[in-house]
C-alpha cells in the first residue's frame, strides 16, 4: 500500500520560509516522479512543483509560474523524502499542500496516482 505522508506546514508571516517535507512508502521511491500542488478554499487543486526521477543527467523540475524562484523542489532517493523549500511567503501561497506520485512529471492532478493528506500553510499579511 503506498502511503504518503506531509509535514512542516504551519502559520507564518509574509516574507518567512518554510520547507515542507513528504515521505513515502509502499513502492520503490526512486522509480517515480513527485509532484507538490495546493488548494486554497474556495479553488481547485493547483501545481506547485515537480520533480523526475533521478537518471545520468540528474533530475528535472518544473515549476507554476507564481513560485518559481521562490520556491525549490529536491528529493532524496536514500530517505524517500520529497521536500519544497518555500521562501518569501505571500498571503496568497496560503493554502493546504499535498505531495503526489506519479510515473512522470505533469502539472496535471491526473498525472499522479497517490496522494498525501495535505498539510495546512497560512500565511499572514
Known amino acids: 500500500q503506498v502511503q504518503l505522508v506531509e509535514s512542516g506546514g504551519g502559520l507564518v508571516q509574509a516574507g518567512a520560509s518554510l520547507t515542507l517535507s513528504c515521505t513515502a512508502s509502499?513502492?520503490?521511491?526512486?522509480?517515480?516522479?513527485m509532484g507538490w500542488f495546493r488548494q486554497a478554499p474556495g479553488k481547485e487543486r493547483e501545481f506547485v512543483a515537480a520533480?523526475?526521477?533521478?537518471?545520468?543527467?540528474?533530475?528535472?523540475?518544473n515549476y507554476a509560474d507564481s513560485v518559481k524562484g521562490r520556491f525549490t523542489i529536491s528529493r532524496d532517493n536514500a530517505k524517500n523524502t520529497v521536500l519544497l523549500q518555500m521562501n518569501k511567503l505571500k498571503p496568497e501561497d496560503t493554502a493546504v499542500y499535498y505531495c503526489?506520485?506519479?510515473?512522470?512529471?505533469?502539472?496535471?492532478?491526473?498525472?499522479?496516482?497517490?496522494w498525501g493528506q495535505g498539510t495546512q500553510v497560512t500565511v499572514s499579511s
Open positions: 509502499g513502492r520503490t521511491f526512486s522509480n517515480y516522479a
Open positions: 520533480i523526475s526521477r533521478i537518471n545520468w543527467s540528474g533530475a528535472r523540475t
Open positions: 503526489a506520485s506519479g510515473t512522470a512529471m505533469s502539472v496535471a492532478t491526473t498525472g499522479y496516482d497517490y
